[in-house]
């Protein structure tokens, strides 16, 4: 390695360093301001840092800027425009402009609107995020930013969590402010995303129309071992996959992306790399750009990256864990326990918080995290349930009985907890085991929401959490602020609220059976498909939560809703017609020619000895009862898929997806997967999951 880590850590980022260096002093004052107060820049600052920003650009070989921009897709957006001006003696001048840099005009009309805007209303805005670092890719300035219509509602992923952003900034310092602290200008959610993925052979995966169309296998009989030795999981790296990730890190430090954790996950083929945290708009912003260089680099290697939730079925899917926490411009980490009466209580009010606003929105929660492909994985033993429920640990869950109830907490020799007045334990150790079957799980001082899908944007799990928690704390600012005997209204409030919202928490097995039941005894919702967590989207309350701070507008809504129920019912027919294709085009011709050569074969076998032949004929009639069966599903499944596709009004369809289509296609896999085994290698019509998952 000729450079040194340090060196090579964020070279391609026109981060904070470089603007100190180029900006004159004043400029990059203003900027910072600008910056922190969330202010507009002015013409003349945008030139300012517009021509050092493309200066910068130029010396690392840049002939183009762009604004990358995250539309409803999911999914980051590009349209590249050259440095390159004319000049009146017929030469070119590089140039860009603080108007270019701050804002630039989109072709909206072919990225998803849910019906916020006519298809012919092509004009749409990018707008320059400054609080997200700009970034050179591939010989390309890539420049952050916004994207909203020409009525200015939000097309993407960013407006709506920087809105959400600020509604729990205000409140949260509402809450500090009630303690006393007067000194915190700013709060702000961290995020740390844990990335996993499958690395196959590219050849393999050039020769599945599945992978190449659908991104996950849609048929596939196990082979003979799968992942139940346990042996892949924190095993030895195979040399292919080191140099693998030994580029990856590279490649995302350039980027300044703290990549930090790789090692091998539980199924074969399976890795995970997990990043240091950092403020949740640049580390969703650096998500889907690890994404993206994930699949890049695997190319180079001769792989192919799956970042697809449920890639093979029998083996474990891959999620992406969003540890969530608070933290001031001070650096005190708001869901840590302290060691004063006073942090305490402030741990607990936060705390109560969450677990309030879990409570009061696991419908939002479950609906953040719904997709397609999410929904293979979700209540499998690889992941959590649908249902979501809150894991806070024995120790934290005694701590509030005790507040509760009055009982003594055993641990502390049978004292008993108050508000205020006792020294909690410390959690940042790790006190408690950690609970991998929770959706959402305290970890000592963060909060691990374990449900996120692989493949998925984590823009909109943030966008929920800090905009339900901010309505919870500013419920209790409100209650609080004003009041004559702070510690009594404190101690009241949290025994109230976590006495009225206790159910959400269990500490249990969520792969157990029986938690479903008990779930249901408790009010909790279970909604296992993306139709059956879109049906509460549009709830009352849901609606005026995020229209009461901004994150959303009503419409807003209303688009997000049309466009999730389009792509659900888009990507299973993407599936559908895939699965057709596979069935007719290469399971049964495959079939077709194993029958003729072993019918030929028993036919000759007759003919020279006299014997019967019976395994061959055995063998050419069990094919042949498959096929017909298959061709039997493969019909019906065609039949309910054009139903499907008939309906107009998207629930209908995406809920006929789900509760026909999805069945149908299980049943046509189940007759495929039994016929593959008897293939055998000569007749296979395409990789197998023995080829895909052990020769890496």
Not at 41 to 69: P, Q, R, S
Not at 150 to 173: C, F, H, V, W
Not at 276 to 287: H, P, R, S
Not at 350 to 358: D, M, Q
Request: hydrophobic residues 35%; proline residues 4%.
């Amino acid at each position: 390695m000729s450079e040194s880590i340090p060196e090579l850590f964020a070279c391609n980022v026109f981060n904070d360093t470089v603007m100190r260096e180029r900006l004159p002093k004043d400029s990059y004052k203003a900027l910072k301001k600008c910056i922190k107060d969330g202010t507009e820049l002015t013409i003349d600052l945008a030139n300012v840092v517009a021509n050092a920003m493309k200066d910068w650009a130029i010396e690392k070989g840049c002939t183009h800027y762009t604004h990358w921009f995250q539309p409803l897709t999911g999914v980051t957006a590009e349209k590249h425009e050259s440095f390159i001006n004319p000049t009146k003696d017929g030469g070119i001048i590089m140039e860009f402009s603080g108007k270019e840099l701050i804002k630039d005009e989109a072709d909206g009309s072919s990225f998803p609107s849910g019906g916020i805007r006519a298809t012919f209303e092509a004009r749409g805005y990018t707008a320059w995020d400054p609080t997200s670092f700009a970034f050179v890719k591939e010989g390309t300035l890539c420049i952050p930013t916004a994207f909203c219509s020409y009525t200015g509602e939000s097309l993407d992923k960013k407006i709506p969590l920087l809105r959400s952003m600020e509604a729990i900034n205000k409140q949260a310092l509402r809450i500090m402010r009630l303690f006393g602290n007067t000194s915190c200008q700013k709060v702000n959610t961290t995020v740390g995303p844990e990335q996993e993925y499958f690395l196959v052979d590219k050849n393999l995966y050039n020769q599945r129309k599945d992978l190449i169309f659908c991104k996950r296998t849609l048929f596939g009989a196990l082979p003979p071992k799968g992942q139940e030795m346990d042996d892949h999981y924190y095993g030895t790296i195979q040399p292919r996959i080191v140099e693998y990730m030994h580029d990856l890190d590279r490649e995302l430090w350039k980027m300044g992306i703290y990549s930090k954790t790789k090692h091998n996950e539980v199924a074969p083929a399976q890795h995970e790399m997990a990043p240091i945290f950092t403020t949740t708009n640049l580390a969703v912003d650096q998500n889907q750009l690890t994404m993206e260089i994930m699949k890049k680099v695997a190319l180079k290697h001769g792989l192919y990256c799956l970042l697809s939730e449920k890639p093979f079925e029998g083996v474990n899917g891959s999620g992406k864990h969003n540890n969530w926490s608070l933290s001031t411009d001070e650096g005190q980490n708001l869901l840590d326990p302290g060691d004063t009466p006073e942090e305490n209580a402030q741990f607990l009010l936060f705390l109560t918080a969450v677990i309030k606003a879990v409570d009061e929105y696991q419908d939002m929660l479950r609906i953040s995290i719904a997709s397609a492909g999410n929904d293979h994985r979700l209540g499998a033993n690889e992941a959590p349930p649908a249902i979501i429920s809150m894991f806070i640990g024995s120790e934290l869950d005694a701590v509030l009985e005790s507040i509760v109830t009055g009982k003594p907490y055993d641990k502390r020799g049978k004292q008993r907890m108050e508000v205020g007045v006792n020294v909690l334990p410390r959690f940042s150790k790790d006190t408690t085991d950690r609970n991998r079957t929770s959706p959402f799980a305290f970890t000592g001082n963060k909060f691990e929401f374990r449900s996120c899908g692989s493949a998925l944007s984590i823009s909109t799990p943030n966008v929920v959490l800090n905009t339900v928690v901010a309505k919870e704390l500013d419920d209790f600012a409100t209650e609080l602020e004003g009041v004559a005997d702070f510690k009594s209204a404190l101690t009241d409030l949290i025994k109230r609220e976590i006495t009225n919202h206790r159910r959400i928490i269990f500490n249990g097995n969520g792969y157990d059976d029986a938690w479903i039941k008990e779930a249901e005894s408790r009010g909790l919702l279970n909604l296992p498909t993306t139709p059956d967590a879109m049906e509460h989207y549009l709830d009352k309350k849901n609606v005026e939560v995020f229209t009461k701070y901004g994150v959303y507008t009503k419409s807003e809504m209303k688009s997000h809703y049309e466009v999730k129920l389009e792509k659900y019912s888009q990507i299973l027919n993407i599936e559908v017609n895939t699965m057709i294709d596979m069935i007719y085009k290469d399971i049964l011709p495959a079939a077709a020619s194993y029958m003729h050569d072993f019918a030929e074969t028993a036919s000759l076998i007759q003919k020279v000895t006299g014997a019967k032949a019976s395994a061959e004929t055995s063998l050419v009639k069990t094919m042949s009862d498959l096929a017909d069966k298959l061709v039997k599903e493969a019909e019906l499944l065609a039949k309910l898929h054009a139903e499907a596709e008939g309906k107009k009004d998207v629930a209908k369809q995406a809920r006929l997806y789900a509760d026909k289509v999805l069945p149908q296609m299980a049943a046509a896999r189940a007759v495929a997967d039994k016929m593959e085994p008897l293939l055998g290698e000569k007749y296979k019509p395409y990789p197998n999951y023995a080829d895909l998952l052990f020769r890496v």
